[in-house]
C-alpha cells in the first residue's frame, strides 16, 4: 500500500535548466510533506517541506508546491546544477505522527 | 558533530543467522527509528522509539526487534536472518513529531545481504 508514489524513477535534465520532480499522495490525513536528497553511500538529507497550510515554500534554487485537492506536490530546482545529480525521496507525515512515508525516488541527473 | 552513526557499514549473514545493527545519535534527539530501503519501494519503517525505553512497531516490523536502553543508541536485531531482508537499512533521528520537529536526519545506511 504505497501512500506515497514517485511515478518517475529517473529525470534527466541540462545544466541551466528547471528540474521539476512530481509526489501523488493517496491519504487525505498526511498533513506535512518533505523532500529528501540522497547521494550513492550516504544516508537522505532533508531538502524542504511544506505544511499543508501553504501551497508554496522556496529556499534558495528549491520550491515546493503543494496541490491540496489534487493530491500532488512538486520540486522545482531552478537553475540545476551538476552537484543536484542524487536521488529525491518525497515523504509524508500526518500531523503530530511518527507515520512519515516515502515514496519511490526519483533520480536526476544534470548533465553539463 | 557525527549526527547519526551506524555500525556495521556492511555485512553478510547467512540464513538463520542473527545479528545487531548499532545506531547512535549525539544530537540528544528524543524520537529514533530504522527504516528499509529496497528497490523500487522507497523507505519503509521497521521500528520505532519515542524515547529511552520505549519501542513501537512500524510499517514492517516482522522479523526483527529493537531496544533503546540509553537515549542516544537504538539497536535493530534480526533473530534469524531471511533472505528477505537482504536490504539497506537506516537509521534516523528527530526532535519530536509536529512540523519542522519531525525532519529526519539520517545515518549513512547498513547493507545487510543474507545468503
Known amino acids: 500500500d504505497q501512500q506515497v508514489k514517485q511515478n518517475s524513477p529517473s529525470l534527466s535534465v541540462q545544466e541551466g535548466r528547471i528540474s521539476i520532480l512530481n509526489c501523488d499522495y493517496t491519504n487525505s490525513m498526511f498533513d506535512y510533506f518533505l523532500w529528501y536528497k540522497k547521494y550513492p553511500a550516504e544516508g537522505p538529507t532533508f531538502l524542504i517541506s511544506i505544511s499543508s497550510i501553504k501551497d508554496k515554500n522556496e529556499d534558495g534554487r528549491f520550491t515546493v508546491f503543494l496541490n491540496k485537492s489534487a493530491k500532488h506536490l512538486s520540486l522545482h530546482i531552478v537553475p540545476s546544477q551538476p552537484g543536484d545529480s542524487a536521488v529525491y525521496f518525497c515523504?509524508?507525515?500526518?500531523?503530530?505522527?511518527?507515520?512519515?512515508?516515502f515514496g519511490a525516488g526519483t533520480r536526476l541527473t544534470v548533465k553539463p | 558533530n557525527a549526527g547519526v552513526t551506524q555500525t556495521p557499514k556492511f555485512r553478510v549473514l547467512k540464513t538463520g543467522q542473527s545479528m545487531t545493527l548499532l545506531c547512535a545519535q549525539d544530537m540528544n534527539h528524543e524520537y529514533m527509528y530504522w527504516y528499509r530501503q529496497d528497490p523500487g519501494m522507497g523507505l519503509r519503517l521497521i521500528h520505532y522509539?519515542?524515547?529511552?525505553?520505549?519501542?513501537a512497531k512500524g510499517e514492517v516490523p516482522d522479523g526483527y526487534n529493537v531496544s533503546r536502553l540509553k537515549k542516544q543508541n537504538f539497536l535493530l536485531g534480526l533473530e534469524s536472518a531471511a533472505p528477505s531482508q537482504t536490504s539497506v537499512y537506516f537509521c534516523?533521528?528527530?526532535?519530536?513529531?509536529?512540523?519542522?520537529?519531525?525532519?529526519?536526519?539520517f545515518g549513512a545506511g547498513s547493507r545487510l545481504t543474507v545468503l
Open positions: 534516523a533521528s528527530s526532535w519530536g513529531l509536529a512540523g519542522e520537529l519531525n525532519v529526519l536526519t
Open positions: 515523504a509524508a507525515t500526518p500531523y503530530n505522527n511518527n507515520d512519515m512515508r
Open positions: 522509539s519515542v524515547g529511552e525505553g520505549t519501542t
